[in-house]
Structure formats: structure tokens, C-alpha cells
């Protein structure tokens, strides 16, 4: 199947810093990426949609100015967490969107971000 | 509503028996069911989907689900676990024409344990 990858793995940070999270379709152009979070043993929580060229559609509850995403290119959207705070650890989650439409349509997902705040 | 539920929270099997993952749906119009497993601290992996045509879908690591409409039911089934296959499984639908078009509503998910 096709390839999603993020980066970083894993990252540690201070209360009040900005965290950076990266995207990247590997093996073909996503039109549509979606971040996610996961808290344990629990399922996906879908926080927004990252569309080439505009602007993210966030979901209820999602703080917009919190989580910045950018999607500037077919294959990179980037999730900035904010002035993070230890509510914001959490297991980050992004999906590709293969773009032929139709019966052939699959999210593909990274491998994840484990973000810890302290 | 649309929504997916899977009513097992965990499901233990025996290595080499058959093993089936039950996920159910609720949606208005034609779903996209899909079966996604997730390993510890890993991202999630794809298995298998069903879009249209013949109800048995083969997917990967010798995963098969089962389409049944009337019963709006997407069950995930392997003939012979492997201990390998102990992970949580998520089940999802996308339904078509939706304005969240391409918005993929996910199970709780389930933990499937294989015993030696």
C-alpha cells in the first residue's frame, strides 16, 4: 500500500513551546490529509482536514488557533500544536487521501507522533 | 447518526483457530466499510476494504471481512490466527455523497489477543 510518513516520531517538550509536526505522502499526491488524535486505548479522534491550497476544516471542539495546519504541498501538511500544555500529550495521528476518487479511494496513515508536554 | 460500533473490547482466541472481529454501521446511503489494525505505538495499517461488488473482501495477512447488508454488519475474519495478529482493530465507513466526503468514522475498536 501506499506510504505515509511523520516526523518526529516522538518529542518532548516545555510547557509554552510550539511543537511542529510533519506529514508526508511518499508515493503519491494528497489532495486531502487528516490529523488525528489518539488517547490510550481509545480510538481516533478526527481533529481536522488539511486541503491542498486552503484552508483546514476543524472539527467541533478543535481549537483552530491551537492547532495550525498547513497544507502547502500535495504530499506535506503540518500540524503546529501552540504553546502546548501537558492536557496536549497525546498520540498525533495523520491519513493521506489517495486521489483518484471512486472505488479506488483509501486513507493511508502515518506511523504517528508521540508528543509529550511536561 | 452515523456511526460504527464494535462491541468487543477485547477478543482472545487460541492460536490456529478461526477468529472474527464483529464490527456493525449505521449510515445513511452506500458505506465504505474499512478494517485498519494498529500495532503499539504505531500508526494505523490497512486490511481490507469493501466498496461494491462481491461481499467476501480478501485483504492483507490473509484477512478476509464479509459484507452483509441486511444485517449491516462488516465482520473481519482469519481461518488460523497467528500470535503475531494480537493488535487493536479498528473498523470504519466513509459514506458516499456526504458533505464530509472522505471523513472516515471510526469504531471504538477491538483488542485482539492470540495465545499460543
Known amino acids: 500500500g501506499a506510504v505515509v510518513s511523520q516526523h518526529p516520531s516522538r518529542v518532548i517538550c516545555k510547557s509554552g513551546t510550539s511543537v511542529k509536526i510533519e506529514c508526508r505522502s511518499l508515493?503519491?499526491?494528497?489532495?486531502?490529509m487528516f490529523w488525528y488524535r489518539q488517547f490510550p486505548k481509545q480510538s481516533l479522534m478526527l481533529m481536522a482536514t488539511?486541503?491542498?491550497?486552503?484552508?483546514?476544516?476543524?472539527e467541533q471542539g478543535v481549537e483552530k488557533d491551537k492547532f495550525l495546519i498547513n497544507h502547502a504541498s500535495l504530499t506535506l501538511s503540518t500540524l503546529t500544536v501552540t504553546s502546548a500544555h501537558p492536557e496536549d500529550s497525546s498520540f498525533y495521528i495523520c491519513?493521506?487521501?489517495?486521489?483518484?476518487?471512486?472505488?479506488?479511494?483509501?486513507?493511508?496513515f502515518g506511523p504517528g507522533t508521540r508528543l509529550l508536554v511536561l | 447518526a452515523q456511526s460504527v460500533a464494535q462491541p468487543e473490547d477485547q477478543v482472545n482466541v487460541a492460536e490456529g483457530n478461526p477468529l472474527t472481529v464483529k464490527c456493525t454501521y449505521s449510515?445513511?446511503?452506500?458505506?465504505?466499510l474499512f478494517w485498519y489494525v494498529q500495532y503499539p505505538n504505531r500508526g494505523l495499517q490497512f486490511l481490507l476494504k469493501?466498496?461494491?461488488?462481491?461481499?467476501l473482501v480478501k485483504g492483507s495477512y490473509g484477512f478476509e471481512a464479509e459484507f452483509n447488508k441486511s444485517q449491516t454488519s462488516f465482520h473481519l475474519k482469519k481461518p488460523s490466527a497467528l500470535v503475531s495478529d494480537s493488535a487493536l482493530y479498528f473498523c470504519?465507513?466513509?459514506?458516499?455523497?456526504?458533505?464530509?466526503?472522505?471523513?472516515?468514522?471510526f469504531g471504538q475498536g477491538t483488542t485482539l489477543q492470540v495465545k499460543p
Open positions: 469493501y466498496i461494491t461488488g462481491d461481499n
Open positions: 470504519a465507513v466513509r459514506v458516499l455523497g456526504s458533505s464530509n466526503t472522505g471523513k472516515l468514522i
Open positions: 449510515v445513511s446511503g452506500n458505506p465504505y
Open positions: 491519513s493521506a487521501r489517495t486521489p483518484w476518487g471512486g472505488p479506488q479511494e483509501t486513507q493511508y
Open positions: 488539511s486541503n491542498e491550497g486552503s484552508k483546514a476544516t476543524y
Open positions: 508515493d503519491f499526491q494528497a489532495t486531502t
